[in-house]
């Protein structure tokens, strides 16, 4: 069993560390004992046939045009690996693109890749800073987010936090579904979060018929991430969950 | 009678600030305080006028090495010290350099700006030149992202009354240089040559911005980077050339004295080469660039971990893995995301990891499959540790901090001065 992992336009949708979540989850699940690449896919003629995994990252305000014409012709390669049952892990900006439709700060109405049902309004303030909450599982889940504007959930979506703190971020962050991860979270959300590194993992390895045995590794890393989410929780001044 | 009076009374809070230990922007704070205009009435009159120096990456270094130039050409230079780019910042250099009666000695002025305080700054000190060294991915938990940065130098390229220095290297600056020339600005650049470039693994490590077309810069570069071969840089102005062995290797380096070398050959009088040259090859690092500490009888050398391209051309400059490594980062670096962007091949192996963020380079070194030794969030047990794991034989040990940790680890190892206050 090989897992194919695709990083989508990783050339503009890289910003700071979030197109290292498809190497996270690759190592995930090497470290496992499953043989796991990653394919960076700008163009369709870059893409493989089939993938188990699509990741997006995060860009910058000038990214967001050129991000969305990069990803045009590859609408059609993403619905067809999304209907062969491959997940997405989606941050910041590439969520954003990969949803319904995106406002640009200059009120631009851009169509998105219609895979998540969400829209974003680039037109608000920015946010920048850490944001610490639950996620639907109910475990502790942090980030440091740098966005602008604001994301809406379509009716009866869930979204993947429910925030504790900051009261100036959103009560809630991302959004979950059927193989569906998105987050504004930025950077290598999976990194701090290796809960959504394993839910994927474990599912892809489960769908091709085998298993996920967490070895030293995992539990390292769940360490590190412990921590650095408390630290977070700590700073934020959160004393519940 | 009443700039006397601040003067004295800044000076005295400045002798008293270095009693406690360490400089300080407080005298700097007093100052401004009693003589809120003193910026413009001290540097203002000076005969050759201020140079500012901005931009995400390379100011301190740009700074110091023009600095060193202009004086090899016989000019009196006030500059402020690495890191103090603030207004207070050059308030607290200028106590040092004003006499009791507010005179100050020197022919030019060349000042390090922080990039989102240098409209502040420029209103209220005029700057002749400005010096845009580059635009990269840096603090984004600061600035967003770096289009405001570009927005920043647009803004304060308005205020020089002379004109504009830029690296023509870099695309956002070379950019940002195009827009100013079509709007009848003078602008000047330095470039580097693709050779040189290609000396870089990650070469110049330009911000990702997406422009329209915005056309060329004008005119022939003042200076340029025609090779880089470890410290040995070739450089040339005109039809002069020069090799300069510089004090430690790496391209950024070589694209800093570049803009040094572009810019005094504006300003400095019979401007030689050669003689720049000279003082390049005996510039001092600023601190945290390559500086060496010496700590329970070991050498530290400190990198700096500010933003992603400064950390990656400080590692490209290794030439081959470091093996003894102490890690130590902080609060100070509020979202260190951009560490899983960094290529690490330049680190074998950690021996220590520190401070707050200790647990989320942790992490990355564990994707990585880079063996570390422990963590220990205390810096000053971890430093203890850390020299504590080397002998007479294991050479240079490095330590790769961030800016508030370089400051701590320098004050625990007795360096208690500001390094290059006057």
Redesign the interface.
């Known amino acids: 069993m090989s897992i194919v992992i695709a990083s989508l336009i990783p050339d503009i949708l890289g910003l700071n560390g979030s197109s290292a979540n498809a190497e996270i989850l690759a190592e995930y699940l090497r470290r496992a004992g499953h043989d796991a690449s990653v394919v960076a896919v700008s163009t369709p003629e870059m893409a493989p046939p089939s993938v188990d995994v699509l990741c997006v990252g995060t860009g910058s305000g000038s990214s967001v045009g050129p991000a969305a014409t990069a990803l045009i012709p590859l609408a059609r390669v993403i619905a067809r690996w999304r209907d062969a049952g491959a997940w997405v892990c989606a941050v910041g900006t590439g969520w954003d693109l990969l949803g319904q439709s995106v406002v640009t700060s200059q009120g631009d109405t851009l169509p998105g890749a219609g895979i998540f049902a969400s829209r974003a309004d680039h037109r608000g303030e920015r946010f920048m800073g850490e944001v610490y909450g639950l996620d639907h599982h109910r475990r502790p889940s942090a980030g440091y987010v740098n966005q602008v504007g604001s994301v809406v959930l379509d009716a009866g979506e869930q979204p993947l936090v429910t925030v504790s703190s900051p009261e100036s971020y959103p009560a809630s962050d991302g959004l979950t579904g059927d193989r569906l991860l998105a987050t504004r979270f930025g950077g290598p959300a999976l990194a701090l979060n290796p809960h959504w590194a394993q839910d994927i993992a474990q599912s892809v390895v489960e769908e091709a018929g085998g298993e996920f045995h967490r070895r030293d590794f995992h539990d390292r890393v769940e360490h590190h991430a412990a921590r650095a989410r408390e630290l977070i929780k700590a700073r934020l001044g959160v004393t519940a969950g | 009678m009443r700039l006397f009076l601040a003067v004295s009374l800044a000076k005295l809070v400045r002798f008293a600030a270095r009693l406690r230990g360490g400089g300080s922007a407080f005298p700097g704070l007093v100052l401004l305080r009693l003589v809120p205009d003193v910026l413009r009435r001290s540097l203002e009159s000076l005969p050759s006028g201020v140079i500012f120096v901005t931009g995400s990456n390379g100011k301190s270094t740009t700074t110091a090495m023009l600095v060193g130039i202009l004086r090899a050409h016989g000019m009196r230079v006030f500059s402020n010290p690495a890191g103090g780019n603030l207004p207070q910042g050059l308030a607290s250099a200028l106590v040092g350099g004003l006499s009791l009666r507010g005179v100050l000695a020197a022919d030019i002025a060349v000042l390090e700006v922080d990039e989102a305080y240098g409209t502040q700054i420029a209103q209220r000190i005029t700057p002749g030149w400005v010096v845009f060294t580059n635009i990269q991915?840096d603090q984004?938990?600061?600035f967003?992202?770096?289009?405001a940065v570009f927005a920043m130098l647009e803004k304060l390229a308005g205020y020089a009354t002379t004109g504009v220095l830029v690296n023509g290297s870099d695309p956002n600056t070379a950019a940002l240089g195009a827009t100013l020339a079509a709007r009848g600005v003078r602008v000047e650049h330095m470039d580097v040559s693709p050779e040189a470039t290609a000396s870089a693994d990650h070469g110049l490590l330009a911000a990702?911005?997406?422009?329209d077309d915005i056309g060329e810069l004008p005119g022939d570069p003042s200076a340029s980077v025609t090779a880089v071969a470890g410290p040995q840089v070739d450089l040339a102005v005109g039809d002069a050339t020069a090799t300069v062995a510089m004090p430690h290797s790496g391209l950024h380096y070589a694209v800093d004295a570049a803009l040094a070398v572009a810019m005094a050959s504006h300003v400095a009088p019979d401007f030689s080469l050669p003689r720049a040259a000279d003082a390049l090859a005996h510039s001092s690092p600023v601190y945290g660039r390559g500086e060496v500490i010496h700590y329970r009888g070991r050498d530290i050398s400190l990198t700096m971990m500010k933003n992603l391209p400064s950390l990656q051309a400080n590692l490209d400059a290794f030439a081959t893995p470091l093996e003894r490594v102490w890690i130590a980062v902080d609060?100070g670096t509020?979202?260190p995301?951009?560490?899983?962007?960094v290529d690490t091949r330049a680190i074998g192996s950690v021996s220590i990891i520190s401070g707050?963020?200790a647990?989320?380079w942790?992490?990355?070194l564990?994707?990585r499959?880079i063996d570390y030794g422990e963590?220990v969030e205390d810096t000053r047990a971890a430093m203890g540790a850390f020299v504590g794991t080397a002998d007479e034989s294991s050479g240079m040990l490095h330590a790769i901090v961030n800016y508030e940790q370089m400051m701590l680890i320098r004050r625990i190892a007795g360096y208690k001065e500001l390094e290059g206050a006057s």
């Open positions: 991915v984004l938990n600061r967003g992202e770096p289009e990702p911005l997406y422009f609060d509020p979202d995301s951009w560490i899983f962007d707050s963020k647990a989320q942790a992490l990355l564990e994707y499959g963590v």
